[in-house]
């Protein structure tokens, strides 16, 4: 994120550059370098819907009814509770929270 950040505002033309390469190849690139790739964009204020189209708002429901399940098995947990009362809130780790 960082060393894009440098190319988006230390050479603009390289950060443009970049996007347009990455629009005529994103095809044969894995999930991984698209994910990290619209989360560089995204973190540096220029989101690259105009490659990858916008972010989908529907959520598969199997997945939903198991993050559902999730946070309602913390919100049972006395411990979580108490930690999500702290401010400012902690980074919580949930391993495998959504598996897909």
């Not at 994120?1 to 550059?17: I, K, T």
Request: proline share 5%.
């Amino acid at each position: 994120g960082l060393a894009f950040a440098r190319v988006h505002w230390a050479q603009p033309d390289l950060f443009f550059e970049l996007q347009s390469r990455m629009s005529s190849i994103k095809a044969e690139a894995s999930e991984e370098e698209r994910r990290v790739f619209s989360w560089a964009c995204a973190a540096m204020g220029q989101p690259c819907t105009h490659i990858f189209g916008n972010a989908s708002s529907t959520v598969d429901e199997t997945v939903a009814s198991q993050i559902h399940s999730r946070l309602r098995d913390l919100g049972n947990n006395e411990a979580a509770q108490a930690l999500c009362k702290q401010q400012p809130v902690p980074v919580i780790l949930m391993p495998s929270a959504i598996s897909q």
